[in-house]
């Protein structure tokens, strides 16, 4: 089939089946232009807690779809790729950090979204880049705090919080890659160029931002700067929602350090998902999410608490 007859399809079986299509950020930009809803994990945790869709469509990566089913566990809940997973989640297996908990009795767990269902079940709270620093705050000066699995996230917590939370030893292969030096050159080309870095990404990285924050919030600045260009240091997708918000402003993706290929970071794992798979998993209602119900049923409280808390 042509991309507007997939599109066309979509359309139709989105209406006749009752689904809701939510997609991230980092999605390619014609996915982002069929969904409902695009936003960040904490935007779209809170879409998939509101619908009443028979069916949600998340595009995006396996952990996204596995927190829609946690916060819907009686809706059918599809991916377009199960191949969609995330290096951060994989990262935090979850035997080994069940053990790391264990030898650290007396702390609270928070756990970043990006992990799986069994790793959210062993948290206290689950949290997002956009509201971590809030739901860390929320908690004691003195309350000790296991933080996982985002190494680099955590580090930048503890920096402008004050804390010394306990770190998982986990990062985003996207994230962590970005070049040092690149974004110093791209600087010196663009002066007057404001650095956009997401929490993900290590210290040296989030030392040259202008303005560090999660997908949700680079955009959110970006629109409302007077700054005419921006250096942005996180996955490439965001550009596409920023040119739509700003088409008057100029977006140059942070190069990685591997810049063999292009010069921006890509999620080789969000980019599996394509419109042909989003109409084929629509069409034929798989691949579906499934998640055990026993976990389920431990992993929708700390997830409950973030949304309460962030509110």
Not at 45 to 65: L, P, S
Not at 108 to 115: E, P
Not at 282 to 309: C, F, G, H, S, Y
Request: aromatic share 6%.
């Amino acid at each position: 089939m042509e991309k507007e007859e997939l599109i066309e399809g979509i359309a139709r079986l989105r209406k006749e089946k009752d689904a809701l299509i939510l997609a991230h950020y980092y999605q390619t930009g014609d996915i982002q232009d069929i969904a409902d809803y695009v936003g960040d994990s904490l935007a779209l945790a809170r879409k998939a807690a509101q619908t009443d869709a028979r069916i949600i469509v998340m595009c995006g990566v396996h952990f996204m779809g596995e927190t829609a089913k946690i916060l819907c566990y009686d809706r059918k809940v599809l991916v377009p790729d199960m191949n969609a997973g995330c290096s951060l989640a994989d990262s935090c297996p979850t035997d080994s950090f069940k053990t790391f908990v264990e030898a650290h009795p007396g702390y609270k767990v928070l756990s970043y979204v990006n992990t799986t269902a069994a790793v959210k079940a062993l948290t206290d709270v689950v949290v997002t880049s956009g509201n971590a620093i809030q739901i860390v705050e929320s908690f004691p000066k003195e309350e000790k705090i296991i933080f996982g699995p985002d190494k680099n996230l955590g580090n930048y917590i503890n920096a402008v919080t004050g804390r010394s939370m306990l770190l998982w030893d986990g990062a985003c292969h996207v994230h962590a890659q970005f070049s040092i030096e690149g974004i110093v050159n791209l600087k010196k080309q663009y002066p007057q160029a404001l650095v956009l870095v997401h929490p993900e990404c290590k210290a040296p990285v989030i030392a040259l931002a202008d303005i560090v924050g999660s997908t949700a919030k680079l955009i959110k600045e970006a629109e409302k700067s007077e700054a005419k260009e921006f250096i942005v240091a996180t996955e490439w997708g965001i550009l596409h929602e920023l040119t739509k918000r700003c088409p008057n402003k100029t977006f140059i993706p942070a190069p990685p350090d591997d810049n063999q290929t292009c010069g921006c970071s890509e999620c080789n794992f969000m980019k599996l998902n394509t419109i042909e798979k989003v109409y084929n998993c629509l069409l034929n209602e798989t691949p579906e999410i499934q998640v055990d119900k026993e976990i389920a049923e431990k992993a929708i409280v700390p997830i409950r608490r973030m949304l309460e808390i962030s509110k």
